[in-house]
């Protein structure tokens, strides 16, 4: 039996999705035509959003993801992370290098975990809310490439060497099919490469992390 729904609330997070596609913003007529409901419904959905901060209208009448959603997003890291640890942790002892999960913040990479092995002698130290470019560094390059339409989520780690620190090498795996997260999991080394096992290593756990988020 299916469970009881709203309908306005459905459509309200209808509305947010719809925004959050867009840099542009949408009006009322294109909003109302996407989900085929009338305009006296949209602009009473974007009243109540408008009022909490979720949206906000320009001049011309488009509307677009308010700076309320910030609020919300706060939360997101900590779940993400509480999910990613266990496969991250395993993926450290195993690897003897320290790994990360790194998410997309604006046109940054930005690690939300981050777990050292226990029994190395050394290890690169990396710290949560360490950002980069995404064309930097493994952890960026692999979400970048996450985002090709054929990327095989068997075969798409990412090796890089000296991008971010000298000496380091690193491996990262995007964090394919978890709708609206977009990150990638890796490991970084002292090292002048990589071995083929430690990316074959980070594709694993990078899909662990997905299924656990999913």
């Given at each position: 039996m299916t469970a009881e729904t709203s309908q306005t609330l459905d459509r309200g997070l209808r509305v947010l999705k719809l925004l959050a596609d867009?840099?542009?913003?949408?009006?009322?007529?294109?909003?109302?035509?996407?989900?085929?409901?009338n305009r006296t419904v949209i602009y009473r959905?974007?009243?109540?959003?408008?009022?909490?901060?979720?949206?906000?209208?320009?001049l011309g009448g488009r509307?677009?993801?308010?700076?309320?959603?910030?609020?919300?997003?706060r939360q997101v890291h900590p779940l993400v992370r509480e999910?990613?640890?266990?496969?991250?942790?395993?993926?450290?002892?195993?690897?003897?290098?320290?790994?990360?999960?790194?998410?997309?913040?604006?046109?940054?990479?930005?690690?939300?975990?981050?777990?050292?092995?226990?029994?190395?002698?050394?290890?690169v130290a990396y710290r949560p809310g360490f950002r980069h470019p995404l064309d930097r560094g493994a952890?960026?390059?692999?979400?970048?490439?996450?985002?090709?339409?054929?990327?095989?989520?068997?075969?798409?780690?990412?090796l890089t060497h000296g991008e971010l620190e000298a000496g380091a090498s690193g491996a990262a795996a995007p964090l394919l099919g978890v709708a609206g997260i977009e990150g990638s999991v890796g490991v970084v080394m002292l090292s002048d490469s990589v071995p083929e096992k430690v990316g074959d290593r980070v594709v694993a756990a990078a899909q662990e992390v997905a299924e656990a988020l999913r």
């Open positions: 867009t840099d542009h913003g949408l009006t009322v007529t294109e909003l109302s035509h996407k989900l085929g409901v959905l974007l009243a109540t959003l408008e009022q909490h901060s979720l949206i906000r209208r320009d509307a677009r993801v308010g700076l309320g959603v910030l609020g919300l997003g999910a990613a640890l266990p496969s991250l942790r395993s993926l450290a002892e195993e690897v003897g290098a320290t790994a990360h999960l790194t998410l997309v913040d604006g046109s940054d990479a930005l690690a939300v975990a981050v777990v050292e092995p226990s029994w190395t002698d050394y290890h952890a960026g390059r692999a979400i970048l490439a996450g985002r090709h339409p054929d990327a095989d989520p068997l075969d798409s780690y990412v």
